[in-house]
């Protein structure tokens, strides 16, 4: 009997001993399988939708072929249920990352960010085609606008009003959020270069100054030169002198402009035709920079009233129209047909 006994015993002991190296082994094969790298070959967007079990996440994973052994997660998260917590969202999966990288993200919720780059000197228009091929951003008809509206701004004229810079979303993120943004963040670019602005400038209001900043923006090539061009502007506002500076006019002709302004588009009468109007343009033609917001604040202090282009991206500046007219000469009459000679350009 005793003999029995122990032979039972050692059997069980043996089942004992058995399971728990069966268990440990199974415990072993999980924890390695949590730390396998995914199966990417490139970067890959995972959308995980509200609502969405892990178990569903892992079947999901394995369609896709990102992982192998759904088993294998599934026991993973018995063992440690808090990887269990995921959020929902949109999120970019590598191949440098493990299963539990993978699970640590989604716990945290560190979805993908994008970012959105508004240029400087680029118009309203321009910007809107942009923003409509923007990935995972919701776009509306006259966003612009309706900013405006809602930051109390009835004039319908969003050009200008809108700050160039570099903004972050997530997914499915409402463009006016990020719009708001900028918006906001022009008003106190502006209303910094209006109060430290230099005296006896020609400008009634920080919308003129927003405006002449714009023009500024448009006809600078080299950032050293800004300020000489803001001073150029400012001394022929001052001496009651037209601007007469090309991209109001191309902004005048909108879609017509291709590329060529012609004779006839220099004498034709639009509020933007510099070449017949005094004065500023009724809006700004495209989206300041802050170096131009602050270039128009503090102009250079020049005597200069003209300018031609090198053809390099850098200008010959003249004070006198006769020397304008020899610049011009050497610059641009052997290329092309001159414009009127009092032209800035």
């Known amino acids: 009997m005793k003999k029995l006994i122990l032979i039972a015993s050692s059997t069980l002991l043996t089942l004992l001993t058995?399971?728990?190296?069966?268990?440990?082994?199974?415990?072993?094969?999980?924890?390695?399988?949590?730390?396998?790298?995914?199966?990417?070959?490139?970067?890959?967007?995972?959308?995980?939708?509200?609502?969405?079990?892990?178990?569903?996440?892992?079947?999901?994973?394995?369609?896709?072929?990102?992982?192998?052994?759904?088993?294998?997660?599934?026991?993973?998260?018995?063992?440690?249920?808090?990887?269990?917590?995921i959020r929902s969202g949109l999120y970019e999966i590598s191949p440098s990352q493990t299963i539990t990288d993978l699970l640590n993200d989604l716990i945290a919720g560190k979805v993908k960010t994008f970012s959105l780059t508004l240029v400087?000197?680029?118009?309203?228009?321009?910007?809107?085609?942009?923003?409509?091929?923007?990935?995972?951003?919701?776009?509306?008809?006259?966003?612009?606008?309706?900013?405006?509206?809602?930051?109390?701004?009835?004039?319908?004229l969003p050009e200008g009003k809108f700050f160039p810079d570099t903004y972050h979303y997530t997914a499915e993120a409402d463009v006016k959020v990020l719009l708001t943004q900028s918006y906001k963040m022009m008003e106190q670019e502006l209303a910094k270069a209006w109060v430290e602005r230099a005296p006896n400038l020609p400008l009634k209001s920080p919308y003129e100054m927003l405006i002449l900043?714009?023009?500024?923006?448009?006809?600078?090539?080299?950032?050293?030169?800004?300020?000489?061009?803001?001073?150029?502007?400012?001394?022929?506002?001052?001496?009651?002198?037209?601007?007469?500076?090309d991209p109001t006019v191309i902004y005048g002709m909108g879609e017509r402009y291709k590329g060529n302004i012609t004779r006839k588009d220099l004498v034709e009468e639009t509020p933007f035709n510099t070449y017949r109007i005094f004065g500023l343009p009724p809006t700004p033609i495209a989206a300041p920079s802050k170096a131009s917001?602050?270039?128009?604040?503090?102009?250079?202090?020049?005597?200069?009233?003209?300018?031609?282009?090198?053809?390099?991206?850098?200008?010959?500046?003249?004070?006198?129209?006769?020397?304008?007219?020899?610049?011009?000469?050497?610059?641009?009459?052997?290329?092309?047909p001159a414009t009127p000679e009092k032209s800035p350009k």
């Open 18 to 85: 058995l399971v728990c190296l069966g268990a440990f082994w199974g415990y072993q094969t999980v924890i390695e399988y949590s730390q396998t790298p995914l199966s990417l070959s490139e970067p890959k967007e995972l959308t995980v939708e509200r609502g969405t079990s892990v178990n569903q996440l892992a079947q999901q994973l394995a369609n896709d072929g990102v992982i192998q052994d759904t088993w294998k997660l599934k026991w993973l998260l018995k063992f440690r249920p808090e990887l269990a917590k």
């Open 120 to 156: 400087e000197g680029k118009t309203i228009v321009e910007w809107e085609q942009q923003l409509a091929s923007a990935p995972h951003l919701q776009m509306s008809p006259e966003v612009f606008a309706a900013v405006l509206m809602a930051q109390g701004d009835d004039s319908g």
């Open 213 to 245: 900043a714009s023009i500024v923006e448009k006809e600078t090539g080299q950032a050293h030169e800004r300020d000489q061009i803001a001073g150029v502007f400012v001394n022929r506002l001052n001496q009651g002198m037209r601007l007469q500076t």
């Open 293 to 336: 917001l602050m270039a128009v604040s503090k102009p250079a202090s020049v005597s200069y009233l003209y300018f031609v282009s090198r053809n390099d991206g850098t200008h010959v500046f003249s004070s006198t129209l006769e020397a304008h007219n020899q610049a011009v000469d050497v610059y641009q009459r052997k290329k092309k």
